[in-house]
């Protein structure tokens, strides 16, 4: 790696933050009855102390701008601070400079507990070393400041990412490189007349010259399973949407199906029209349908450092067909052994709920396919086969709690989530 301390600006710079800062902006002059400029001009407020642009942009002295700061944060504190994203990359480049051994840390003119939330809410926190911001009592932040004290005490080379001016001359201010992040509310001439010691067009030229030929990290796979009604596509769903606002490159996919060929297979699987198929045709389908799955789809993602999020895998064919077909575990996985070729999930999620309620679920959203008109002696079966596979394999299989309002379900899946793409 080209560093091994990377200190970085948040807004512009690992996230994007402009609606939640430019609506706030908005809210403070509608309610102090001030015109509200275009949105070119809202967004010169993003970066610099708050204190300063109402004081230069909307031409107020201290006591206003005071007042108006007061007033922003009262909207960004309650909406704004989650009208937030990350840059697409920026979580995985972090993942990478963490895998790499650096240092990372954050140095920020936003209040802290604005910065602490949105770095927590968007999974950041594990890949943060340390998080200097100011107090919501401070009214100018003073870069130089906030950066030397985000740097260790010892180090070799270090350098601070941002996007204005300011950043830069906090680098410079401490001796170290200063690196502009041209993706975010800057510009070149800015970053450059700052003394910026390389511009980033995009995250992905921020990825290749701070790694500097270094490895990137790995893609994660994580699958969803439970019995059909159980909340597990929900779940994914919102995942899937939670973790691009964190910036990750994310495939949503599932089984039988995830591709043409395997879709094809799907469609004989769970057509009620193939009643009479045999436990071992079925079986064998399965296998099929997740060979081209994962050829076509899940390693090509894993191997470009994507997240893949799969609705239902290999657990699936264990408990249905191996429990509720009672064909047994050893000929499930010796037929799938030429499908995965040693392909395991990193971390699968287990959603728990009752099979009589889960399948009460179900119904109520349409109608049963040829797997859902099973009798309840089978679906016992295939229940009580997904306890025993998370009871034997509790390392990789964390159950949920699927008996629950969504929201307390989606936090723990968002735990769960964040702990697989830090390890």
């Known amino acids: 790696m080209r560093y091994d301390v990377c200190v970085f600006d948040l807004d512009g710079t690992l996230t994007e933050s402009e ?9 403070a002059l ?3 009855n001030r ?27 201290e006591a ?12 960004f504190s309650s909406v704004g601070w989650q009208e937030n994203s990350v840059y697409p990359g920026i979580a995985p480049l972090l993942r990478s400079l963490k895998k790499n051994g650096a240092y990372v840390a954050v140095a920020t003119g936003k209040p802290l507990d604005f910065s602490r939330r949105i770095i927590d809410y968007f999974g950041l926190a ?5 998080l200097e911001a100011i107090s919501l009592s401070d009214h100018h932040a003073d870069k130089p400041a906030l950066v030397r004290r985000a740097l260790p005490e010892r180090f070799e080379k270090a350098c601070m990412i941002g996007d204005r001016a300011g950043d830069m001359e906090g680098a410079l201010a401490n001796g170290i490189d200063g690196v ?3 993706y975010g509310y800057g510009s070149r001439e800015e970053l450059t007349s700052a003394g910026a010691a390389f511009v980033a067009e995009d995250v992905a030229a921020l990825t290749e010259y701070l790694l500097d030929g270094s490895p990137a990290a790995v893609g994660a796979f994580v699958t969803f399973e439970g019995s059909d009604g159980c909340g597990k596509t929900t779940q994914m769903k919102r995942a899937v949407d939670w973790l691009r606002r964190c910036g990750y490159e994310v495939i949503a996919t599932r089984e039988p199906g995830g591709c043409p060929i395997s879709e094809r ?34 390693r090509p993602a894993l191997e470009r450092g994507a997240v893949v999020l799969c609705d239902r895998f290999l657990d699936s064919s264990l408990a249905y067909q191996a429990g509720g077909r009672r064909l047994g575990e050893a000929l499930v996985r010796s037929v799938n052994e030429p499908a995965l070729k040693g392909l395991k999930p990193d971390r699968t999620l287990f959603y728990d709920l009752s099979p009589d309620k889960a399948m009460s679920r179900r119904l109520a959203v349409s109608q049963p396919d040829r ?13 009580g086969a997904y306890l025993r596979l998370a009871r034997d394999n509790p390392e990789r299989i964390a159950v949920i709690n699927g008996d629950r309002p969504i929201e307390a379900v989606e936090a723990d899946t968002r735990r769960l989530l964040t702990g697989v793409l830090a390890g």
């Open 19 to 27: 609606p939640g800062i430019t609506k706030s902006v908005q809210y």
């Open 30 to 32: 509608e309610k102090m």
């Open 35 to 61: 015109p509200v400029p275009e949105q070119a001009t809202l967004r010169r407020f993003i970066g610099p102390p708050l204190m300063e642009s109402f004081r230069t942009i909307a031409g107020m002295d």
């Open 64 to 75: 206003e701008a005071e007042r108006a700061v007061a007033l922003y944060r009262e909207r």
């Open 126 to 130: 594990p890949f943060i070393d340390r």
């Open 180 to 182: 502009g992040a041209l």
């Open 265 to 298: 297979i799907r469609d004989i699987i769970l057509d009620v029209g193939s009643a009479g198929m045999t436990a071992e045709c079925e079986a064998l389908l399965y296998a099929a349908s997740r060979a081209q799955h994962v050829a076509q789809v899940i």
């Open 371 to 383: 797997m859902e008109l099973e009798k309840k002696e089978f679906t016992d079966r295939v229940y």
